[in-house]
C-alpha cells in the first residue's frame, strides 16, 4: 500500500522526524526531552479540528490532579517542576492522539519516512561505533549536549545515536525496527532479527534495549522459542570469543558467576541502576497512597517510595554514589509507573481507559497486532522515561498499517 503514496517533501520529512528524535535540544533547555510532541502534535490536531473524547478525560484528570496537589502542597510547591512534569505527560500521548486520527495517506508517507530514519540510524550508529565521524562531535554537542559523536567505549558502553544515551537510543530503535520489519520486510524475518540483535548488542551496547527486544522476540516466536534462543546462544558466544565488552554482556557474565538466584537477582539490580527498583517502589508507594503523590512533587514522593522499600541501598552501586547508600529523588521508569506515583489508582485507570479505547479494535485483528500492542504496554508499564513520544507513534502507525492491510483500505 506504501507504494501507492509519494514520501513527504523534505522540509516537511526533517519536521516530522523530530517526533522520533526527541533529545535534539539545540541546548535551548535542560531537559532531555524537548516539547517537539506537543508542539507538532497541536498542530497537527488543529488542522484535524477534532480531538479524541476520551483523551480530553485524561487531560481533565491531570488539571483536577493538579488543582488538588498544589492547594495541598501549597507551601512547598514548585511551579516549573510541576508544568514540567505535566508537558512529559502529554507529550508523548497527544502524539499518539495525533497519529491514530491522521489520514492514511499521511500514516503512509511517515510509514516510509521511518524506513529512512532507519537505515540513516544503523549507518550512524556504525560510523560512531569505529569513531569515524568525531570531526562532527560540535555538531552533535549543539543538537543534543550529552550526545556523542564516537562510542562511549571508555565507559563500556555503546553509541548514543542522536539521543543522550545508548539505552534512550537502543529502546527507540527497537521499536522503529518494529515498524520496519512489520511493514517492509516479509520473507527472512529471522536472519533480520538475528542481524538486529547482533548490531544491538555489538554497538548500542545496552541492558534496556536488550531487553525491550527480548520481550518482543518472545511474543514474536513463542512456540519457535527454541530456535530464536539457540541462535542467540551463537551470537553470544562470539561476541564472548571477540572479547566484545559492553553493559549487556557484562551483565551475561556477572549473572553466569553467581551461585544462587538471590544473588543473580541482585546483580540485575545493582546493573539496571535505580530502574527496576523506581517501578516497585512507585507501586508500593500507590498502595500507601491510593490518589498517589501530585504530578511534579516526585522529588518527595520517589524518596518516600524507596524508604517503603526497606532495600539496603549500600548493595547498589548507584545509591551507592549518587547518595551515600541513601535514597535520592528519582523518575521512576515507564510512563505508567510515574502516572501511579503521581496521581495513583484513579489516575492510572483513567489513562489505560483511553488506551483500551484505542487498542481494543486493533487487538482483535491478529497476533502481530497483539504482539506489538504487548510490546508496547510493557515498555510503557516498566521502561524509560515519561516523555519521549516515538514508541508511541511507531506502535500506533504500525497497527494502523495492520489495519489497513487487513481491510484492503486505501484513499484516493
Known amino acids: 500500500m506504501y507504494k501507492h503514496v509519494g514520501h513527504f517533501k523534505i522540509i516537511i520529512g526533517l519536521i516530522v522526524s523530530l517526533f522520533f528524535f526527541p533529545s535534539i535540544t539545540f541546548g535551548l533547555l535542560q531537559a532531555e526531552v524537548f516539547p517537539w510532541g506537543i508542539l507538532l502534535s497541536t498542530v497537527i490536531l488543529i488542522r484535524q479540528k477534532r480531538i479524541n473524547t476520551t483523551y480530553v478525560l485524561v487531560l481533565c484528570a491531570f488539571a ?11 507551601p512547598d510547591i514548585k511551579i516549573p517542576e510541576v508544568v514540567r512534569s505535566l508537558l512529559a505527560y502529554v507529550n508523548s500521548s497527544l502524539c499518539f492522539v495525533a497519529f491514530y486520527q491522521a489520514s492514511e495517506t499521511s500514516t503512509l508517507k511517515t510509514l516510509r519516512l521511518v524506513k529512512v530514519i532507519f537505515i540513516f540510524l544503523l549507518v550512524l550508529g556504525v560510523l560512531q561505533a569505529f569513531g569515524l565521524i568525531k570531526i562532527f562531535d560540535p555538531i552533535f554537542k549543539f543538537l543534543i549536549p550529552r550526545a556523542s559523536s564516537s562510542s562511549l567505549a571508555h565507559l563500556k558502553r555503546g553509541v548514543t545515536l542522536l539521543a543522550t544515551e545508548p539505552a534512550r537510543a537502543g529502546v527507540s530503535l527497537v521499536f522503529i525496527y518494529v515498524v520496519v520489519r512489520t511493514v517492509f520486510i516479509n520473507n527472512k524475518r529471522m536472519l533480520y532479527d538475528a542481524l538486529f540483535l547482533l548490531f544491538l548488542v555489538l554497538i548500542i551496547k545496552s541492558i534496556m534495549a536488550l531487553g525491550v527486544y527480548a520481550i518482543f522476540v518472545l511474543l514474536t516466536y513463542r512456540m519457535k522459542i527454541i530456535k530464536v534462543l539457540a541462535i542467540g546462544v551463537v551470537v553470544l558466544f562470539i561476541i564472548d570469543m571477540s572479547g566484545g565488552a559492553g553493559r549487556s554482556t557484562q ?34 508507594h500507590t498502595l500507601h497512597n491510593p490518589l498517589g503523590g501530585g504530578i511534579g512533587h516526585w522529588e518527595k514522593t520517589s524518596v518516600d517510595a524507596l524508604k517503603m522499600t526497606d532495600i539496603d541501598f549500600s548493595k547498589i552501586n548507584f545509591f551507592k554514589f549518587k547518595g551515600d547508600s541513601k535514597p535520592i529523588p528519582i523518575r521512576s521508569s515507564g510512563y505508567i509507573s510515574n502516572l501511579a506515583l503521581d496521581t495513583g489508582f484513579f489516575g492510572a485507570i483513567v489513562f489505560m481507559f483511553f488506551l483500551y479505547s484505542i487498542l481494543k479494535k486493533f487487538w482483535r485483528m491478529g497476533e502481530e497486532s497483539k504482539n506489538i500492542i504487548m510490546l508496547f504496554m510493557f515498555k510503557i508499564l516498566f521502561i524509560g ?28
Open 64 to 74: 483536577v490532579n493538579i488543582i488538588i496537589f498544589s492547594l495541598y502542597y501549597f
Open 251 to 284: 551483565m551475561i557474565r556477572k549473572i553466569k558467576a553467581q551461585e544462587s538466584f538471590g544473588e543473580a537477582s541482585m546483580v540485575v539490580v545493582d546493573l539496571a541502576g535505580p530502574r527496576l527498583i523506581s517501578v516497585y517502589s512507585s507501586w508500593l
Open 385 to 412: 522515561s515519561v516523555g519521549p513520544p516515538d514508541a508511541w507513534i511507531a506502535t500506533i502507525i504500525s497497527l494502523k498499517y495492520l489495519h489497513y492491510k487487513a481491510n484492503f483500505i486505501y484513499e484516493d
